[in-house]
């Protein structure tokens, strides 16, 4: 029988096999290896390629027949951290361009311009405001929502952060202040946290978001004892300037106070305070804190916020609105 290099290389290449023998054999799995082109000897297959997640998933998704109850709930939990994830990383859009100053609003989406959203520590108020005294005298407010009725706030369950600026401060100034501060906390609930002294100068268009100084976090609350060559705002008469810088928060939420400022004309200050003691350098302090939180002037003079009022403590129309001003909404993310 004539033979060629194959059959001598492989004595089964010759071989015949009957029809039926090969009819009736089991089939064999084609994935596990294939034939060589001469031999029956089996080629071990290269290692599959490492697939990602996302590919092991939809194999699953489209081989295996997942019911429709699981399948979706994971595209649901896909959809909500996705939402959450536009909420809190999305790029921010600010009303006007540029950062926020003060007395301003812009919207807080996110940017350059404005801190990273902090979660709040607390789900609830710090402290509670006093109770609103019945027929209270008249109040007035620096900005309200979008009711046109309830006030802008501070959240109240964030501390209120402040530093403060002695540079033109008479003597005794700072125990005045001090205790200007602990009254606006009793009258609105509102909690102060006093950081320490600072060297920034009051200016009148005060950034509410100062990278560079403060860090990746709205500027605490500057008081700053001036004059008014530094701040053109405390001219002839006026010895005190204040205010806060708002944003309006994403998806219908509230408009929130985030920082703000005081300003206070020290040598005027002193030579009242030399003049006439505590009582009316205490009321101007108290009456620029009010502005601070978010009061108004008003056209009643039996009121602390009338404006050139005499008094050295808040009166019952100031105080109704106070104590409104201290029952804002607690902002999770700020």
């Not at 194959?6 to 054999?25: G, M, Y």
């Not at 997942?66 to 909420?87: K, W």
């Not at 109770?131 to 209120?160: E, I, K, M, N, W």
């Not at 978010?294 to 056209?299: F, K």
Request: with cysteine; proline share 10%; net charge neutral.
């Amino acid at each position: 029988m004539h033979t060629d290099d194959r059959t001598q290389d492989d004595p089964f290449a010759a071989l015949v096999l009957d029809a039926e023998f090969i009819a009736a054999a089991p089939p064999k799995e084609a994935a596990v290896a294939v034939r060589g082109p001469r031999s029956g000897r089996r080629i071990p297959l290269p290692p599959a390629p490492r697939r990602s997640r996302l590919d092991r998933f939809r194999t699953r998704l489209l081989t295996q027949g997942r019911g429709f109850s699981q399948v979706h709930s994971r595209l649901i939990c896909g959809a909500i951290i996705a939402t959450v994830g536009v909420l809190v990383v999305a790029p921010r859009l600010t009303e006007p361009q540029g950062q926020p100053r003060f007395g301003s609003g812009i919207a807080l989406l996110g940017g350059d311009d404005t801190p990273t959203p902090r979660r709040s520590k607390s789900r609830s108020p710090l402290g509670t405001p006093p109770p609103v005294l019945p027929d209270a005298g008249p109040h007035q407010f620096l900005a309200v929502q979008s009711d046109a009725s309830s006030p802008v706030t501070y959240d109240p369950c964030r501390p209120l952060s402040y530093v403060v600026n002695a540079r033109t401060a008479p003597p005794g100034g700072d125990a005045l202040l001090f205790d200007a501060v602990e009254t606006i906390s009793q009258s609105t609930g509102l909690r102060f946290q006093y950081e320490g002294p600072t060297d920034e100068p009051a200016t009148q268009e005060r950034l509410a978001f100062q990278r560079a100084r403060y860090g990746d976090r709205w500027a605490p609350i500057l008081i700053a004892w001036s004059d008014p060559g530094e701040m053109p705002a405390l001219h002839g008469d006026v010895t005190g300037n204040g205010g806060s810088t708002r944003v309006h928060l994403p998806f219908g939420g509230p408009t929130v106070y985030v920082s703000g400022r005081i300003s206070l004309d020290g040598p005027q200050l002193g030579e009242m305070l030399a003049r006439k003691g505590d009582v009316p350098v205490r009321g101007t302090i108290l009456h620029e804190l009010g502005h601070l939180v978010g009061l108004d002037h008003v056209d009643d003079p039996a009121q602390l916020m009338y404006p050139t009022s005499h008094y050295g403590e808040f009166q019952r129309g100031d105080m109704a609105g106070l104590a409104r001003l201290g029952a804002g909404s607690c902002v999770r993310f700020l």
